[in-house]
């Protein structure tokens, strides 16, 4: 009977009206009908007519009356059409969030339930809603529970994103207060910044953590428009889709890379499963314990993505060994690929550079890269991955690290900026999984003085005479004394430091490869980066508090090899307050290695029965 009702109800402007007369007769009949084209009337819409009072209907329709072909009989159809005895079965809300039916029954439920106090209030003599953002949760309680229809303009509840110069631009029909103080939370990033403690005589004692707070946001209430970094595009369209808000993204993405890539190599099963979580919303933050092959993960969501793509490092020996990874493992010529850091600036389609040269450059990387890498991304100060990660415009965002944790807790930072953390292999799944070797000993040797110091060393190199070490320091001269002490004592040894020529250090590291030398001397340049399966001892003879520092060097020795256990040393001078410092700093990474019945792994290993282990080395994997 309605839907004959809908076909039947319809008008036509009666005679010649004023002008003042017309426009009142478009106003009204615009507010309860829509223009028919083919016939040339106006046929009565009940969307619209839900949308008004009693009264305010009763009055449009009195004044169409005057300048339209309505009969009396239509117009009590319309009224019973919209309005029966029976109990109101639908609400309307306008634009301005009025309740425009039914707001005494809504009223008379306000006692009965709590949770509509939240949403609903009165104003004056109007009930209205509080908030676009309770438009659905209302319609979701009142149909659920009540039988109650909610009817509203969609265009309410319809947010647009868009991405405009390296911006993340949301714009909304209308910004209310419950919404801005989403916007609000979601646009204040927190993190804590470290200050340095010194002690009575100006030495160094450690840092403390400040608290600090960070506006990204911009909202023009009157336009209705939010603008933030598009490193907040995933925590902005996930905070408004939980509000009940239907998001649309209007956001156009960067061409496809125009060379092929030539990919030579195979993920292994955990390495597979990491990024098939990754590619669910390309962004997420991937922490997989040292020498578990988080770059080859990085490496197929290049060749999965095809899109053009920064890769950010800590250091500019990283920027070489990404490039060479590039041109080893995708097939792109280094020619191809832009590197900026330690003076060099090229900017590709590819292009790796360090954290430092991507905030001075910040500007000049809007609008090149869809995809950003950020390796080692734990390790970096707050203040610069902040600058880095909010300047740049790139949809889709891997972070990589060894540890989740950070020493200043900025972890949270990380997680906002490039995604949370999905997906995490600690050293005991690694063991499990056979990619990393057990370490058999790590022991730290107290000695007094340089000279001691120099003694242990040669103990130890005594000890595994024959094996690959790697002899870690700080600083340079350190370096070389060591070197020209173990030349003398007729070692096999060479040394690589920050000053080494790039052609002698390949040639370097090709015989420590090779087995022609067995003992390898470095400063920090070589704390990250290097593959060497079959090293099985790392000295630390100098090292700094950063446990990130501590963990990488540990890692240089903990490539698998069948059969191979590794050892770890560190020599600390307790005559050195420096030294005495950082190995207090340091010394809880020890712990991370200690695994349950990890010297039952070490002797099956060393007796060929690794396939032997069973349940306390099964798979240990966080589940997502």
Known sequence: MMKEHRKLIAFKKRGLLSQKEFNDFLEYARRIAVFDPTYKRWVIDERKLNMLSKEELEYILETLRRYTTLTTTEIQEILSLRFSEEKCRSVGVDERLVVRRCSRELESLLEKEPSLNSMLERRGRYLVVKSIIYLEPLKKLLGEKYGINLLYDKRLTTVTINRLNGRLYVSFYRVDKPLYEVLSRVGTLTYNEERVVLGPNKEYMGTNLVRRKLRVYNLDWRKGVYETSVALFHRVKRALEATGLNVVVDIEELGDITYTFRPSFKLYPHQEEALRIWLREKRGTIAIFTRGGKSFIALAAIN??????????????????????????????????????????????????????????????TGKFEFAIFDEAHHVPAATFKEVALGLDSLY??????????????????????????????????????????????????????EEKLSALINILRKHEGSKTLIFTQRLDTARRIYEKLVRSGFKVEMIT??????????????????????????????????????????????????????????????????????VYEIVDITNPREKSAYRRRSWVKELYLVKNLEKYVQYVKEGREDDIKTSFQRRIDSF
């Not at 280094?334 to 330690?342: I, Y």
């Not at 022991?443 to 340089?450: K, N, P």
Request: charged share 25%; net charge neutral.
């Open 397 to 450: 965002r891997m972070a990589l690290s060894a540890t989740p944790k950070r020493r200043d807790g900025n972890e949270e930072l990380l997680y906002a900026l490039c995604g949370d953390l999905i997906y995490n292999l600690s050293y005991a799944d690694l063991l499990a999984l056979k990619v990393v070797a057990p370490i058999e000993v790590f022991d730290t040797i107290f000695v007094e003085g340089w």
């Open 498 to 567: 920050g000053e080494t020529p790039s052609v002698k250090r390949e040639i370097a590291f090709k015989k420590f490869l090779e087995g022609r030398v067995n003992i390898l001397v470095t400063t920090t340049v070589l704390d990250e980066g290097i593959t060497v399966p079959d090293a099985e001892v790392a000295v630390i003879f100098e090292g700094s508090g950063e446990a990130r520092q501590m963990i990488q060097r540990v890692g240089r020795v903990l490539g698998y090899h069948p059969g191979k256990t590794a050892k």
């Open 304 to 365: 999965e993505l095809k899109k053009p793509t920064i890769i950010l490092v800590p250091t500019r020996e990283l920027v070489l060994t990404w490039s060479r990874y590039l041109e080893e493992y995708l097939g792109i010529p280094r020619g191809l690929v832009g590197r900026m850091g330690g003076g060099e600036k090229s900017i590709k389609e590819i292009t790796v550079s360090t954290y430092s040269s991507a905030v001075k450059y910040i500007k000049e990387l």
